[in-house]
């Protein structure tokens, strides 16, 4: 079985779905973070610009075909475009569990202000003062596809507590699956 890891930048798929895997000796993997391995930007410039954005998009996609074919049960952390993308809005449900991790927005906000990540830069290259961060404007866009991600999920997980209740609830929801599973398949 696959457990799917949805939700808007800066809830917590990451960080749950490692230490939940980690907990129930599951494979995990990071759908954002191997396209990121996979297509690199030769500059920060780069990385800004929507041609390579949906390059990392289309990598991604191809990624979770990649694993959807993998006999293994697994949890994966998708990006947050990834759902959005209407042909993985289609595939998602089919692939295994979908669960929502969900944040209180403002604390995905202040969680996106304390990562390093792409800030508004001037024409020399420099950070402009007081200028927007590019972490938090992505939870901002990404806040409205709360509809649509509580739509193509089985579960939603609030994850507003510390990290572990987080973890604990993730892993709680999967024995009781894997218990099913397992029960199903023994009869």
Known sequence: MKYILVGTPNVGKTTLGKQAADQLG???YDTDKLAAERIRPQSS???LHSWFIQKRLDEQKYILKELAKKDESAIIATGAW???DAGCADFLPYMGIVIHI???IDSARAAALRQPGFVQIDK???PV???INMNVMAVNDYASDLPLLESISDFTIEN???I???TDKLVALIQAGLYSEKMMNNN
Do not use: M
Request: charged content about 40%.
């Open 124 to 126: 020399d290259r420099k």
């Open 164 to 166: 572990s209740d987080g």
């Open 129 to 131: 003062p007081n200028g």
């Open 26 to 28: 599951l494979s995990f």
């Open 82 to 84: 990834l759902p959005s």
């Open 160 to 162: 507003d507590d510390e």
């Open 45 to 47: 410039f780069e990385a």
């Open 102 to 104: 969900k944040r209180n």
